[in-house]
């Protein structure tokens, strides 16, 4: 039975992210939410595209008005007014001045903004009552965000709202991201119903598959459902043969624990796998198996997670240590490890101290300070009903067995 670290680092070890080369593919930038870039975009904009305005006001030569006081205002002509989208028509000599709005484009000749509200106007003519501190104040100069040619954003992010914002801003209408992973997600146990069948004495219906696709195209996996998979022999080798042929990543749950029915082991043996982990000192989540595979004739490596079965196990353990592998595998180059933050527990956490503990429970941001609020009820790893709203899991330490109310307690965010 390993530490979960270990686990988690020998897991993280073995992933090897997609091929910046063959993973790739070109999409429009309207479905490109959530996608992984998998090269460098540069544009061949300045931005700004030019020098304009920061506030509304009037464009000025500085040395016209570096002196300006409320006893001795500046008087200036105006020569031109320059609203947003307009291109200026004037070069401004001294003692003339554009009125001007925010982002407008600066006229030639001008150098700094004087806001409105330093200013009195009078027809053609505008008083300044107080300079700017410098020459260039409330000027955005050309390029001063962004210069042309060097990189706009690095390969390997995520990309939200503002990344494509930014796209957009620099007229990038396709683009190459990383497909998503393959992720092939199948389940054991002859006690497993789908949701259509009627319920017989003793049977439960598969939930785990459901959550498994949930959470795998959150994390940016392509989720491939196989079903539900009978304990025999035969039928889950030909399932895991079947899925290392088309996955990047396997998840199977159930049949990895220690019964008379749980055969992954020892079928991912018999077909080639190097088995890393079999279990891991977590709880929930002990039995869990990672495993490799080397895929003919590609040669591509594919991971192989044996997940518990019991519903809460199966999420946890997908948290813990699948979801990481995934945003890894996805080719994202940082943000893939696991999140904790430090949180104040309002209630007891109570474990037996043999293994690295998981409470499951709702994480609240306070005055600036995460609290833990432990979900009611039941902490059984077949509990899935106060799963629901879980944000995060409260680690209660290997050797401890009480974390008291309002001590601090480190924290997986989960999403």
Wanted: charged residues 20%; glycine residues 8%.
């Amino acid at each position: 039975m390993l530490p979960v670290k270990q686990a988690e680092s020998i897991i993280l070890e073995w992933v090897q992210p997609l091929d910046r080369q063959q993973d790739v593919e070109k999409i429009d930038l309207l479905v490109a939410s959530d996608r992984i870039l998998a090269e460098p975009v540069t544009s061949n904009l300045d931005f700004p595209h030019w020098h304009n305005s920061a506030m509304d006001g009037y464009a000025v030569r500085y040395e016209d008005v570096k002196d300006a006081s409320t006893e001795k205002p500046a008087i200036l002509q105006i020569v031109e007014e320059i609203p947003a989208g307009y291109a200026p028509q004037i070069t401004i000599q001294s003692g003339k001045t554009a009125r001007i709005f925010t982002g407008a484009m600066m006229p030639p000749g001008a150098d700094t903004v004087v806001i409105q509200e330093v200013t009195k106007r009078e027809g053609s003519r505008v008083a300044i009552f107080a300079a700017p501190k410098a020459a260039g104040a409330f000027v955005r100069e050309r390029g001063c965000f962004y210069k042309a040619g060097s990189t706009l954003l690095n390969a390997g992010i995520a990309l939200g709202a503002p990344e494509i914002a930014v796209l957009a801003a620099a007229q990038c209408t396709c683009l190459r991201v990383y497909r998503r992973p393959q992720v092939v997600i199948f389940s054991t146990g002859n006690e497993l119903v789908d949701l259509a069948s009627p319920l017989e004495p003793g049977q439960i219906v598969d939930s785990n598959q459901y959550a498994l696709a949930t959470a795998v195209a959150k994390a940016g996996g392509k989720p491939v459902l196989l079903g539900i998979v009978k304990d025999e022999p035969e039928a889950l080798k030909k399932a895991i043969a079947r899925s290392v042929e088309i996955a990047d990543m396997v998840i199977s749950t159930g049949g990895v624990s220690v019964g008379d029915y749980d055969y992954v082991d020892e079928i991912l043996a018999s077909l080639g796998a190097k088995i890393h982990i079999r279990s891991v000192g977590i709880k929930p989540g002990k039995p869990l198996t990672f495993a490799t595979f080397v895929s003919y004739p590609s040669n591509n490596r594919v991971l192989y997670f044996g997940l518990p079965g019991n519903p809460v196990s199966t999420l946890v353990t997908f948290w813990r240590f699948v979801q990481p592998a995934l945003k890894k595998l996805s080719g994202l180059n940082q943000g893939w490890e696991p999140v904790f933050v430090q949180a104040r527990s309002l209630q007891d956490l109570h474990s037996d101290g043999e293994r690295e503990s998981y409470l499951w429970g709702q994480l609240h941001l306070v005055d600036g300070q995460y609290e833990f609020h432990l979900a009611s009820g039941s902490h059984s790893s077949g509990n899935l009903i106060n799963l629901v709203q879980t944000n995060g899991l409260a680690l209660v330490p290997v050797g401890k067995t009480l974390i008291p109310a309002g001590e601090k307690v480190q924290v997986l965010l989960v999403s």
